[in-house]
């Protein structure tokens, strides 16, 4: 694909496969396609790992996190569970949006929080709204440790952030989503690798091995999940589509 910004006529020409579309610069359809490929070269030089929360780093892209927030603020949920902990900034982000609302908690699953990231997250003035629990997220044990702590009456939200193969979310979503509440999510991240095949850091086999098809497989097998974008509380633009890292990511509990 070959696209062509003209700001002197003001316009956005794409061309992909012979075929040629001359688009008006300052549209909707522009800003479409201008936001797909600032993602993608933006992922591959890791703009994502520049910012941080609350003194923590915090990997991911700032228009998911206020998304997310969006989410979280609507269901107002008991408890969150995080599946990849990293450096813990997102894990004290929702733990922030926790404190404001003056409710709820956070677990965070990881196969490996480094002792450094560990003493940090730990010494943090909000973790007394988290809990750290290392092991595989799919380790049965494990599983079942957190189903323990969930209480019947509690609204859960599960965000999936560790390994984001095909596989790994597939196992993620069967062990974790019997948790979900009625109309909230298990929102499975990452799923812009589908996008990047062709991206120096990306990688061929990221066209089907990636979080987004597991999302789309997993929501037709289980029509008691619906996979769809969350609705925007505030919007007086024509915009619809979220600029994200997190493409097909959002599967709602519809029914019990």
Known sequence: MKITLDTDLDTLTVVDNGAEQVLPLYSKQAFEVI???????????????????????????????????????????????????????????????????????????????????????E?????????????????????????????????????????????????????YAHLVSTDSYIVATDGIMYDLTTAPRGKAEWAHDNPRNAAVDFAAAHPEFCLEQPIWPFNESHLENNITHWPGAWLRRVKA
Not at 49 to 66: A, K, N
Not at 72 to 77: G, K, L, N
Request: aromatic share 8%; proline share 4%; no cysteine.
């Open 35 to 121: 936001s797909r490929q600032w993602v993608r070269v933006g992922w591959d030089q890791k703009y994502q790992y520049t910012f941080s929360w609350f003194g923590r780093p915090v990997i991911q892209l700032p228009e998911d996190m206020l998304r997310i927030q969006e989410v979280i603020y609507a269901i107002q949920p008991d408890v969150i569970i995080e599946t990849g902990v990293a450096h813990g900034g997102s894990l004290i982000f929702y733990a922030s949006l926790m404190q404001a609302i003056g409710k709820g908690r956070v677990i965070g699953i990881d196969i490996d929080i480094r002792h450094h990231n560990r003493v940090e997250i």
């Open 123 to 175: 010494k943090h003035p909000l973790f007394h709204r988290i809990t750290l629990l290392e092991g595989s997220s799919v380790e049965s044990t494990l599983v079942s440790k957190v189903s323990s702590m969930i209480a019947p009456d509690e609204k859960v939200l599960i965000i999936l952030d560790s390994d984001h193969s095909y596989q790994h979310v597939m196992a993620e979503l069967g062990a």
